[in-house]
Nanobody
Framework: QRQLVESGGGLVQPGGSLRLSCAAS????????MYWVRQAPGKGLEWVSSMNPGGTTTEYADSVKGRFTISRDNAENTLYLQMNSLQSNDTAVYYC????????RGQGTQVTVSA
């Protein structure tokens, strides 16, 4: 049973926006820190953002700070990532995860930023 299922990826032009969702199940979502990580073509996993269980503390990688916003709905067991001002180097598979290194993550959703 997949615990984390991402959706919302796609092809977008530079400067565009996407909103990713992650549906969680099979564990107590509301008591976990949750994370977004990504993997660009030919590269390793990169931490993108974190949020505490209550949704009051957020952290971002410098590369996305000011452009991406993490949020969560504990009633719906869902994690979100709003991505604005997308750049070509944001192209990657995006995963939600239960740890910052992405050891326990979903199957991912592809985000491609290209003109």
């Amino acid at each position: 049973q997949r615990q984390l299922v991402e959706s919302g990826g796609g092809l977008v032009q530079p400067g565009g926006s996407l909103r990713l969702s992650c549906a969680a199940s099979g564990f107590s979502f509301s008591i976990y820190w949750m994370y977004w990580v990504r993997q660009a073509p030919g590269k390793g996993l990169e931490w993108v953002s974190s949020m505490n269980p209550g949704g009051t503390t957020t952290e971002y990688a410098d590369s996305v700070k000011g452009r991406f916003t993490i949020s969560r709905d504990n009633a719906e067991n869902t994690l979100y990532l709003q991505m604005n001002s997308l750049q070509s180097n944001d192209t990657a598979v995006y995963y939600c995860a239960k740890d910052s290194k992405g050891v326990t993550r979903g199957q991912g959703t592809q985000v491609t930023v290209s003109a």
